[in-house]
């Protein structure tokens, strides 16, 4: 089993910035993809970036140039910066994990991101 425990949610106003972490423990791999997903009300799951283990990123079109995913030097970490947030970025925030050629996804519990004025 994999833990994942995540951090740096809150209110901020438009224009501001967050940053998100999320630290993976238990039964981990240095060979992982991890990534952040952020899901509203009666909408699912989607996705905001992830990262592999060899370093290349990928993002939604809705935060490219917007925020940027970033591992720790401990590659079982991983970082969010948001910055410029807009009021539609408002979501909870999971941190995702998976093995190098597993289908099995670890989630945080999420981490509440508002912005508003």
């Known amino acids: 089993q994999v833990q994942l425990v995540e951090s740096g949610g809150g209110l901020v106003q438009p224009g501001g910035s967050l940053r998100l972490s999320c630290a993976a423990s238990?039964?981990?791999?240095?060979?992982?993809?991890m990534g952040w997903y952020r899901q509203v009300p009666g909408k699912q799951r989607e996705l905001v970036a992830t990262t592999s283990n060899g370093g290349s990123t990928s993002y939604a079109d809705a935060v490219k140039g917007r925020f940027t995913i970033s591992r720790g030097n401990a590659r079982n970490t991983v970082y969010l910066q948001m910055n410029n947030l807009k009021p539609e970025d408002t979501a909870v925030y999971y941190c995702?994990?998976?093995?190098?050629?597993?289908?099995?996804?670890?989630w945080g519990q999420g981490t509440q991101v508002t912005v508003s004025s």
């Open positions: 995702q994990y998976r093995k190098q050629r597993s289908t099995t996804d670890y």
């Open positions: 238990g039964s981990i791999s240095n060979l992982n993809t």
